[in-house]
């Protein structure tokens, strides 16, 4: 394919730093292929912790919204991204418009490429939980953009299996793999080493993150004092949690462990960063979605602070037990972990049902291929 007619024209959206991270490898991979015109375009629904990824994988965007700002509440970032999109897609005319999981960013994206009649294509497509609450919004997020999209990117067998029950034609459902795998890949090395890893010296390591609107309030305070509690409990055990910028999280975190000195809240960590101090730490608490991945994939015990989870297959393998909020359940999770040895190796086998980190080439072959 070499005419410039065949050139096919991709608009990858995305805006915040689970996104990011999880589609700098397929833009890579796109861009090095002749047969396609890629134009990357971020909405800005994050700042700072966008930024990071985009320095790390060299990415500079074609388009930036910026449309963040503090404290934003949904209406916001969907006003925002759809009335910047209009203009984006009829100037620019895509063949296609991509977009990655289950933000707010990919579903007013997705709904803004429809309104144009222009096809969609949907990464880590799939995902269910059928709560429509949580998690909240991103679970009918990931539905609406399912509703919408011509190409629908499985990461799993599961996921492929949800779409095919809703509906979705089998010829338009592909099991890839999940890109966070190429991600890790690239950031994952052995020789790191971290100042911070002096402080925590011969202690067992918790590294602990946090940020769902779903468990802002209540659901937070109870689960940050169950760490509270393990720290007081436990003399060698330390804690590092990079807060999420979210100025609700940073006030509950800082009133918590507030004169603690087993725990430090840093500034999120770059990708790479983090992804190592993943690899260091002895268990994770987290009520992220990606980090259920990378935790399963990289054999790390990940007690997942949360009701639901749209991620069997780290469950089903052992390396996440799904503990909900509460402080007993929470602390009762976290002590069954320190003190029971076989416990904690059963949960520690790294398993991948994630694929072999070929997502992003599978991906870009497919719409090759397809488009
Ligand atoms: C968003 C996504 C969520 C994803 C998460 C990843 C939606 C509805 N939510 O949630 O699915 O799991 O990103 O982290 O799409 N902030 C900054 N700087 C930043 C980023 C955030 O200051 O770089 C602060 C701002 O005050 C912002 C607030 O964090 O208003 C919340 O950001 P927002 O994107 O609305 O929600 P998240 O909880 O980050
Ligand atoms: N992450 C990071 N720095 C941090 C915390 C997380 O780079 O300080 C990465 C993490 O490795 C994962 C992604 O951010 O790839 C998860 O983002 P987040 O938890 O914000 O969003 P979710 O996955 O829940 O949508």
Not at 53 to 64: A, G
Not at 93 to 99: E, G, I, N
Not at 227 to 241: F, G, T
Request: glycine share 6%.
């Amino acid at each position: 394919m070499s005419s410039k007619e065949s050139v096919r024209k991709i608009l990858v959206v995305f805006g915040t730093r689970p996104e990011a991270i999880k589609m700098s490898p397929l833009v890579h991979e796109l861009k090095k292929r002749p047969e396609f015109d890629v134009r990357v375009c971020v909405t800005g629904q994050h700042r700072e912790m966008l930024d990071q990824v985009l320095d790390v994988f060299k990415i500079t965007p074609d388009y930036d919204f910026s449309i963040m700002k503090k404290n934003q509440d949904l209406f916001d970032i969907t006003t925002a991204v759809m009335n910047n999109m209009r203009g984006l897609l009829k100037e620019l005319s895509p063949d296609l418009v991509l977009v990655h999981g289950d933000t707010t960013t990919a579903f007013v994206s997705a709904l803004s490429a429809f309104y144009l009649q222009i096809p969609v294509g949907h990464v880590e497509a799939g995902l269910r939980t059928y709560d429509i609450y949580s998690p909240y919004p991103e679970e009918i997020n990931r539905q609406g953009i399912g509703l919408l999209a011509s190409f629908h990117f499985a990461p799993t067998e599961t996921a492929r299996k949800n779409l095919i029950s809703e509906g979705k034609k089998p010829q338009n459902v592909y099991v890839t793999g999940n890109t966070v795998i190429d991600a890790l890949k690239y950031t994952v090395q052995k020789e790191y080493n971290n100042p911070l890893f002096d402080w925590v010296g011969k202690d067992r390591l918790i590294l602990i993150t946090a940020h769902r609107r779903e468990n802002i309030g209540d659901a937070m305070r109870t689960m940050f004092i169950a760490i509270h509690n393990i720290l007081n409990d436990y003399d060698d055990v330390k804690a590092i949690y990079p807060v999420h910028l979210n100025p609700k999280v940073r006030e509950l975190a800082n009133e918590i462990f507030d004169g603690s000195d087993r725990i430090r809240l840093i500034e999120p960590l770059g990708v790479v960063d983090f992804h190592n101090f993943m690899d260091k730490a002895y268990m994770i608490l987290t009520d992220s979605g990606g980090i259920q991945e990378e935790a399963s994939s990289l054999g790390k015990p990940a007690l997942v602070l949360r009701d639901t989870t749209e991620r069997p297959e780290g469950i089903a393998a052992g390396t996440l037990k799904l503990v909900g909020t509460s402080t007993e359940k929470v602390y009762a999770a976290c002590k069954s972990l320190l003190d029971d040895k076989n416990e904690y190796e059963k949960m520690s086998k790294s398993t991948n049902p994630y694929g072999n980190g070929q997502a992003s080439k599978q991906i870009a072959d497919i719409i090759e291929e397809k488009l």
